[in-house]
């Protein structure tokens, strides 16, 4: 389901600001640079060159954001151009100057357990296809496209820009989470993302050229849509389908794979993933995945015994686990403009069986900004400055 009613633009009278790997933003813990991981899927040495990069020139970890990528923060003066070139070398940087817009969701475990076809030959499609059109450089920071297999995970996480599987042969084109009507079949559907991709740019410098997500476009869906319909794919369908409005499945624990495998989905506290855990991960599997909801995938595992290790490295496989309904903001002592040390509240509120609401599912956020808040109904707990408030999700 779409939300409800036509979200009130916000006025942009500036570019974005989206820290990248090349582009770091200035903490009050020090420089951050986000890495952007496309379908949140990194092979074993490129995890070991992200823990290496966190301990030799970070604070020694890395933090999961909600669309699949990690952040280092803590980073030493003037380390960027080094860390760049460790992810370039690493196959981490195809691209600088596109590097902010790579912000790729796609299906958890897609091709591995489930889903009505494999999306990662979409997610690389279109990063190739993204990083060899100069003027997709102009993305925003902002952009999100989203690659659902059809079993509803992603697609309900409003990307600009998304496909979505309604059987194995015709592909949904999703503009701001919702259906556009337009279809294709899978051997076309990257093309098709990346014409919607154009039109958006198109039509947002048709508006002025400060819209930083394609919501903000005054009629953005119809307009969006018919500048696609104008290149022509195939004729809008109608009716539309509706697109989740929350994912319908988060893999926690042990899944089976397609293949016999054994796939382990574990929750990452507060999304801070530690060197060891790096470490740890890159000896279990050839490749993981990074999910939106700060957590990691270890598939193609003969069985699942490797769960006692995860467990005991601190990640989360239990179902019940009161972190798999925690998420918090930097707050103190990462970000200046926090009032409270969040992830340290947070977690003794865990800890001690506290956390407010009945234990529902809560983002902690150090101001009203609330950063890396997960979307759908989520309490929102906020520092006020003299304790929290709890803030219940609007219907
Ligand atoms: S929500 Fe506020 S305190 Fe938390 S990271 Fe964002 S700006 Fe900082």
Redesign the pocket.
Known sequence: MSPAGPPTPPLRDRADACPGALQTHSAADGELARVRVPGGLLRADQVRVLAAAAVELGDGALELTSRGNVQLRGLRPGSAGELGDRLAAAGLLPSDSHETARNLLGSVLSGRAGGLLDARPWIRGFDAGLCADPSLAALPGRFLATFDDGRGDVAALGGDVGLFALSPGTVALTLAGADSGLRAGPADAVALALAATRAFLAERAGQGGTAWRLVELAEGLARVTARVAGMQVEAPADPRVEVPAEPLVRPIGAVPQDDGRTALAAVVPLGRLTAAHLLLLADLAAEVQLTPWRGVVVPDLADGSAADLLVEAGLVLDTDSPWTRVT?????P??????AD?RADATAAVMVGSLPAGGARQHW?????????PGGAVVDVV?TGSGYRIDAPTA
């Open positions: 918090a903001c930097a707050g103190l990462g970000c200046a403009k926090s009032l969040v956020a150090g101001c009203e900004r609330r950063c890396g808040r520092a």
